[in-house]
């Protein structure tokens, strides 16, 4: 078993009421209702704030993975299948194959956005391994990534055959405020540090097609030179929706979303999950252990008392 302490790591719409009664999970897909000429939206203006009575909300950005659905065990599971698809050994002496135990996972997932720059750090820290790859440790920096780029692309391969079987259901919550922001004339974007034909299949099959085709704006790490915490994604998004960021409201799931978040100039709200529960969202404008009682009214409101507060 391989596990190691991260403890040195520095780093630094509205949709008409649902009846009573009725749950999202009969009904996994339904149609998205077109934008309502009833409600009005405040024109975009560097210099201008929303107009009275409009919504301060112009786009809601969720993360993917701990938000749209908790992921991270699955990623975990993909990783472990990779090293022993491959034959991994970190370090390169060790004699059993290389093995990411829970608690550990959930550190190094909570403090370095990204699968490569997970990898790359973990055999920088313990010694490149060798594999069926490379029998003998890489030593040249084309060989390193090379190996990188080949553990990357078959855990991708591997964490879509692990969605496809079905098995994983939205988080509570995320379907119906989708559905209501869309309802309410509201931008509707999903940013994701993860791989992209890995996301696209997660929501594909989460989403259905017509809500992912609906979206406004889809971003992932392929997107972008620079992983969560830099706020790169968030700052495309602005400028892809055509939405200052102070208009823009976050959904996250960890310190690491956060920060780019707020990097971005965006206000973010947390629903955790059990790997996030205890990090410090003291940045975020709310926290919720999920969805499923938040109401796009809800967060229309929390968005205007921050803009007023600042």
């Known amino acids: ?182 309802g309410a004339g509201i931008k509707l974007s999903v940013c994701s540090a993860a791989t992209k034909s890995s996301v696209i299949l997660c929501l594909e099959n989460l989403l259905g097609l017509e809500r992912f085709q609906g979206l406004d704006c889809f971003l992932a790490g392929d997107d972008v030179k620079e992983k969560k915490p830099d706020p790169s994604i968030y700052l495309t998004a602005s400028q892809k929706l055509g939405v200052l960021g102070k208009n823009c409201l976050v959904v996250e799931d960890s310190v690491i979303g956060l920060q780019a978040a707020t990097g971005a100039g965006m206000p973010c709200i947390i629903t955790y999950t059990s790997s996030t529960a205890n990090q410090d969202f003291k940045d975020a404008i709310a926290t919720y252990p999920d969805l499923s009682n938040v109401r796009l009214e809800d967060l229309e409101l929390l968005l205007q008392k921050t803009l007023v507060a600042s």
Not at 70 to 96: G, I
Not at 150 to 172: A, C, F, H, M, N
């Open 1 to 182: 078993m391989a596990s190691t302490s991260l403890l040195h790591l520095s780093i630094s719409s509205s949709l008409p009421s649902r009846r009573r009664g009725a749950s999202p999970l009969l009904r996994p897909h339904p149609p998205l209702l077109r934008r309502s000429p009833l409600r009005s939206r405040a024109p975009i203006s560097a210099a201008a704030g929303p107009a009275e009575g409009a919504s301060p909300l112009h786009a809601l950005i969720f993360d993917c993975d701990g938000v749209i659905l908790e992921s991270e065990h699955l990623h975990r599971q993909a990783y472990n299948d990779a090293f022993a698809h491959f034959s991994v050994r970190s370090p390169a002496s060790s004699s059993e194959i290389l093995f990411w135990e829970t608690d550990f996972y959930d550190e190094l997932q909570n403090r370095i956005g990204g699968g490569k720059p997970k990898m790359r750090w973990y055999f920088n820290e313990n010694g490149w391994p060798s594999s069926s790859v490379f029998e003998d440790p890489p030593v040249e920096s084309a060989d390193k990534e090379k190996l990188i780029d080949i553990l990357q692309d078959w855990k991708t391969e591997r964490y879509k055959e692990i969605i496809k079987s079905g098995v994983v259901k939205p988080r509570p919550g995320v379907l119906r405020l989708m559905d209501d922001v869309k």
